[in-house]
């Protein structure tokens, strides 16, 4: 599965960026999909994920009412609205896949990989 994000760009805080990734062949409602991001000098970290079916989100601590996940099954896409951005969303953003049934916070546990779009913001 190859999955091609967009979306990135430089923003001053408080403004927001829709992230979007596609991928080049269905996934459907076959693949968990997620959002992970990773700082200059920090580890990825996961940031969103949302279920086969799109009913269940998850998201982490640092992101949760600011950011939504979500996912247009027809369109082979998955979408991060990024709201209210401050200074430390400044990363590299990837989405993923797993093929797995259940969601996961571990990027380990992700089968495929997008190549990352740069989401910078200023103060």
């Known amino acids: 599965v190859q999955l091609q994000a967009s979306g990135g760009g430089l923003v001053q805080a408080g403004g927001s960026l829709r992230l979007s990734c596609a991928a080049a062949r269905g996934t459907g409602t076959s693949l968990v999909m997620g959002w992970f991001r990773q700082a200059p000098g920090k580890e990825r970290e996961f940031v969103a994920g949302?279920?086969?079916?799109?009913?269940?989100?998850y998201y982490a601590d640092s992101v949760k009412g600011r950011f939504t996940i979500s996912r247009d099954s027809a369109k082979n896409t998955v979408y991060l609205q990024m709201n209210s951005l401050q200074p430390e969303d400044t990363a590299v953003y990837y989405c993923?896949?797993?093929?797995?049934?259940?969601?996961?916070?571990?990027?380990?546990?992700?089968?495929?990989w997008g190549q990352g779009t740069q989401v910078t913001v200023s103060s």
């Open positions: 949302i279920s086969r079916s799109g009913s269940l989100t």
């Open positions: 993923a896949a797993d093929v797995a049934i259940r969601m996961s916070v571990k990027s380990n546990d992700y089968d495929f």
